[in-house]
């Protein structure tokens, strides 16, 4: 099964800063990929797919970069609201599997 | 477009349970459909796809042989039937709808499944 390793698994930053949150695959996934945030007692909500592709809706501070291997998520400023959960998945052979997730948390 | 999931509780291990996800606002039939769950405190895990008429289905090694998955898209619902639950099969299961582009683009809002004595 396809692997995917995010990492840091927990960030501390200030509102303002630029986060940056990395994903691994264990083979390439072309760039079969997708980001999500996840709030407490929340269902995901699709931030990025297609690696850098924003969904429809998402504020544009969010990015996406990679193919291959290797990938990553920014937001180039932190806002109040996006003190969450973030997930990397792959969807380019089942089973899709995650990434172990990355909390970004209020410095 | 609008996915409700319905039919968790609490279970005693060895039993089974039934979950149903009613989806409204898009054509149900034209989309495969997937069950997500996460474990109290935990992250996210695949549990299984069907496509959108129900001719391949595909499921997570964890739950292979113990739980299956269908659609009636003449009701606009999926099924989730888990046989043979487990203790770590605890979680809240989430239906989600996929693009085979996108990934999953609408989630529901989860109902948790607790496998406990």
């Known amino acids: 099964d396809m692997q995917m390793t995010q990492s840091p698994s927990t960030l501390s930053a200030s509102v303002g800063d630029r986060v940056t949150i990395t994903c691994r695959a264990s083979?390439?996934?072309?760039?079969?990929l997708a980001w999500y945030q996840q709030k407490p007692g929340k269902a995901p909500n699709l931030l990025i797919y297609?690696?850098?592709s924003l969904e429809s809706g998402v504020p544009s501070r969010f990015s996406g970069s990679g193919s291959g291997t290797e990938f990553t998520l920014t937001i180039s400023s932190l806002q109040p609201d996006d003190f969450a959960t973030y997930y990397c998945?792959?969807?380019?052979?089942?089973?899709?599997?995650f990434g172990q997730g990355t909390k970004v948390e209020i410095k | 477009a609008q996915l409700v999931e319905s039919g968790g509780g609490v279970v005693q291990p060895g039993r089974s349970l039934r979950l149903s996800c009613a989806a409204s606002?898009?054509?149900?039939?034209?989309?495969?459909m997937h069950w997500v769950r996460q474990a109290p405190g935990k992250g996210l895990e695949w549990v299984a796809v069907?496509?959108?008429?129900?001719?391949?289905?595909y499921f997570a090694d964890s739950v292979k042989g113990r739980f299956t998955i269908s659609r009636d898209n003449s009701r606009n619902t999926l099924y989730l039937q888990m046989n043979s639950l487990r203790a770590d099969d605890t979680a809240v299961y989430y239906c989600?709808?996929?693009?085979?582009?996108?990934?999953?683009?609408?989630w529901g809002q989860g109902t948790l499944v607790t496998v406990s004595t």
């Open positions: 606002g898009f054509t149900f039939s034209s989309y495969g």
């Open positions: 998945q792959q969807y380019n052979s089942y089973p899709w599997t």
């Open positions: 989600a709808r996929a693009q085979i582009t996108l990934g999953f683009d609408y």
């Open positions: 297609k690696a850098s």
């Open positions: 069907i496509w959108y008429d129900g001719s391949n289905k």
């Open positions: 083979q390439s996934i072309s760039s079969w």
